[in-house]
């Protein structure tokens, strides 16, 4: 990803005061104009007449939105694979049938929750926003687009989408915790490569249930990647699902490499970044919405492991995610190999399908223990499988609350109108700087007319 690169202050300024002595004088100005419109014309050479060409067709609209799949090297990527041969399992709200862009994405489904369909294809929720979420993670991960160059397109859109639907909030009256315990097993049972959460619990700890679950998705080779929430939806610090050992959490920037305040949380766990702000997604009605957050910022990720998978099949879940985090391009404002903010940086699709010489590695790279030792420190005192009946009582299972509702949708904006970002980022240091340039020129006028003026005086009065 290419970095933004700033001048120097000290130039700024000089420019700015050189333009600022132009306009008080107008005599030199004038000079350089005049001198530009006497310059001889160039000479006219004869050139063969063009062959007309065909106006090129516009490029459609959702299309070109979709900057995240040339700014982090998703087309390139493409070149080598479109992740043909894999299976992301999509555990959220529900992915909308009769989705032209997903209808042969999805190649099968199932409810946990017991309010819906057996198929995980009708979106549950209290609100249209949740109802929605299930079919926006979906599409980024995995829409086919309605043609080779229009409607929405989705990282890896040969992959192929298992539809597992949860019922969040007071939706449903199973506990939270088994839903999603159930809906892990029965993804990596029906052949999920990749598992895609894109929720929090808002609290680092999580239901003992879940030990088994993510365990048996450990061992069964696949990727589990999980948002780390955002703070504009009330999560303040990581939480559970993203606090489990040997997950693949995401953090979200804005499109110029910076951490996203709102649209993001951070925390040591995080260990790539990748965009989570003007997202798009397909709602279940098929039209295109505005959206932001890390929901959004995993299933891309989701769609970068499946391409790494399908380019490399031979490789297990830990190597897939070291090729992801090793090559991961480091954000403008990183601090060392690894920080709480950006993780090992920011996320380049290219380089991890086909980076080569990155080694193999026996352990997962995001984390500095197994889930299994986690659990063999933490659940027991006295060793593996055995649990302290002294006085520390066996830790209770968490009763995980309801959710928050997750990413609200971003406003459609005028792209021609400057966004909080430039203006914190760029208008304002300019407007800064020009003040300064002007008050500097200012004040040499007025120290050169002062001493025009004493030495007027000392010459009258001589």
Known sequence: MTSVRRRPLRAVIAALIVAAALIAAPAASAATDRD??????????????????????????????????????????????????????????????????????????????????????TPLGSDVHIRSHGTWVASLAGARGTSEDEGMIGVAPEANILAVSLGF?????????????????????????????????????????????????FDHDVVVVVAAGNRASGTTVVGAPATIPEVLVVGGVTPSGRASREASTQGVTIGVSAPSEQLIGIGPTGAIDPWRGTSGAAPIVSGIAALVKSAHPDLDANN??????????????????????????????????????????????????????????NRAADGPGEVDAGSTPTPAPVELPALPPPDPPAEAGDPLLPSPDSLREVTLPLVAVTAAGILVVLGAVAVTRRIRSLRAHRESGS
């Open 36 to 121: 530009a419109d006497e310059a001889p014309a160039p000479r006219r050479t004869a050139t063969p007449t063009p062959t007309p060409t065909e106006t090129p067709e516009p490029e459609d609209p959702t299309r070109a939105a979709e900057y995240w799949l040339e700014d982090y090297g998703i087309e390139e990527a493409w070149e080598t694979t479109r992740g043909a041969g894999t299976t992301i399992a999509v555990i959220d709200s529900g992915v909308a049938a009769d989705i032209d862009e997903l209808e042969d994405a999805v190649v099968g489904g199932t409810d946990v929750s017991g309010v819906g369909t057996p198929d995980g294809r």
């Open 169 to 217: 909030g007071s939706v449903s009256e199973v506990p939270f915790s088994k839903q999603v315990a159930d809906a892990i097993r029965w993804s990596v049972d029906n052949g999920a490569d990749v598992i895609n959460l894109s929720f929090t619990t808002n609290q680092t700890a999580w239901d003992e249930s879940w030990d088994d679950a993510f365990g048996y998705a």
């Open 320 to 377: 897939i995610i070291n090729r992801i985090v090793a090559t991961a391009e480091p954000a403008p404002l990183q601090e060392g190999d690894r920080d709480p903010i950006y993780g090992f940086g920011i996320i380049d699709a290219a380089r991890a399908v086909s980076e080569t010489g990155i080694g193999l590695v026996d352990a997962n790279p995001v984390s500095d223990q197994s889930l299994t030792e986690w659990i063999r420190r």
